[in-house]
């Protein structure tokens, strides 16, 4: 195996806990990556603002990747490179989403709209990515610039029917897949894990074979097909952690810092 340079790393189920918190141990291991000259990255479907917090306890000096690759942002949030959604396509999707009655938020210019303050999951994002979202009456507007629109329900089976529908009614149109099974995020068809990780490695200096990469979602199946060192969480389900080359444990048993510890720390896997 080539030498590990880099290791990109989802977020949530991932780099911090279901309590949104990144542990001691944590921060401690990833700074052993960073002694060691091995550079870290974070990818989400979060927007770039929604990570902001974590640029510090990470000491990320890397870009970062939000909306699952729809927009690469630097540190003081500026950004470097993004892709929006087509207009006709966000249109379709918000009809389509709107039929099967699942909640909608769409996020356009830096910002997170939303129609219903009282939503499901909207006080839930909110401590999660520490920023308000934007009430508005409709989404005309933002859906001509859009990065992501995000179906958001508790019913896991509708959304993952959605998910398949979507899918296959849009074929290579855009990226439809489920960050969490209570949220389906539609992006740009190149703004998806798997293109998004050769990216950041561009963007970092890295090749793909330098690459190390860690996720606990359906959406991060596609970055382990394109690294040599891929880890899922052990929170993550069955099939996913099928796709992946390891596994560590749960998010809340410090499955990320052992992982970094086991293969990237203390010699050839």
């Not at 892709?83 to 006709?88: A, F, N, S, V, Y």
């Not at 989403?97 to 769409?106: A, M």
């Not at 308000?132 to 859906?143: I, Q």
């Not at 629109?149 to 019913?155: E, K, L, R």
């Amino acid at each position: 195996m080539t030498r590990i340079a880099a290791l990109i790393s989802d977020v949530d189920g991932t780099v911090v806990t279901s309590a949104k918190r990144v542990t001691a141990r944590t921060r401690k291991v990833v700074a052993e990556l960073h002694a060691r000259g091995i550079k870290v990255a974070i990818i989400s479907g979060r927007p770039p603002e929604g990570m902001r917090m974590l640029i510090e306890p990470l000491g990320l000096t890397t870009p970062i990747a939000g909306f699952n690759g729809g927009a690469f942002a630097r540190e003081d949030m500026t950004i470097l490179e993004e892709r929006l959604l087509p207009p006709q396509i966000a249109y379709w999707t918000f009809d389509y989403l709107e039929k099967r009655g699942v909640d909608i938020w769409v996020y356009s210019g830096g910002k997170w709209l939303i129609r219903d303050p009282e939503g499901v999951h909207v006080e839930h994002e909110e401590f999660t990515v520490k920023f308000a979202p934007k009430v508005v009456p409709d989404f005309d507007g933002a859906l001509e610039a859009s990065h992501k629109i995000v179906g958001v329900s508790n019913d896991h089976d509708l959304l993952a029917e959605c998910e398949t529908e979507v899918q296959t009614l849009l074929g290579a149109a855009a990226s439809a897949t489920r960050s969490q099974p209570y949220y389906l995020d539609i992006t740009h068809p190149d703004a998806n894990k798997g293109t998004a990780v050769h990216i950041l490695a561009r963007l970092m200096g890295v090749t793909m074979d330098e690459v190390a990469v860690i996720g606990d979602g359906n959406n991060d199946v596609g970055m382990f097909a394109e690294s040599p060192l891929s880890i899922a969480m052990g929170n993550a389900s069955d099939w996913v952690k099928k796709q992946a080359r390891f596994t560590t444990e749960a998010n809340d048993d410090e499955g990320f810092a052992n992982a970094l510890e086991k293969y990237l720390l203390g010699g050839s896997p």
